[in-house]
């Protein structure tokens, strides 16, 4: 009688891939955008929808899984409510395949980071701040930002910079 040990190895090692991220774990079509392109990912990705390229509306974004937490800042003097997709999510729909991020704000500052933080931590790509859109003026559209209270490590400068606001490029590689 055969074994069932292999397939079940081979079961659970993809589940644990899904799991950490490092595998899609929903297939979401990369439609074009409807709207403003608010997001542009390049690089070592693939799936694109245009030109090499992937690029993402708000609507877009906010069909992705969503997910709220609630963390101290550097920059604010009370809790903040952040929502949005994971990042790893995010890269999961371009099916990133690289290490890196560098990520672009809307003024060109850039900072990279490193991919594995989108597995260590729930990283996210916030839209919304206390349940309202983010606006430019303040950290918006976009806001790539660590869950700081869930774990001391992250309440340091290397994790604070990362936190690039007014994001509007990702580049993998």
Do not use: C
Request: aromatic letters at 8%.
């Amino acid at each position: 009688m055969p074994t069932r040990r292999p397939v079940l190895h081979a079961l659970w090692s993809t589940l644990a891939l899904v799991w950490a991220g490092l595998l899609p774990s929903a297939a979401w079509a990369l439609d074009a955008p409807k709207g403003k392109v608010v997001l542009t990912v390049s690089g070592k990705l693939g799936a694109s929808n245009r030109a090499g390229k992937a690029v993402f509306d708000m609507a877009m974004l906010e069909a992705l899984p969503q997910k709220t937490f609630t963390t101290m800042t550097p920059w604010e003097k009370t809790p903040v409510k952040f929502s949005g997709p994971l990042l790893r999510d995010v890269l999961a729909a371009v099916k990133a395949q690289g290490s890196t991020l560098k990520a672009v704000a809307l003024n060109d500052y850039k900072i990279t980071i490193p991919l594995e933080d989108t597995t260590k931590f729930d990283l996210m790509l916030a839209h919304r701040m206390n349940d309202k859109p983010i606006p430019v003026r303040t950290k918006g559209p976009l806001f790539v930002v660590y869950p700081f209270d869930s774990n001391p490590t992250l309440q340091n400068t290397v994790y604070y910079e990362r936190s690039i606001w007014q994001l509007g490029g990702l580049e993998i590689d």
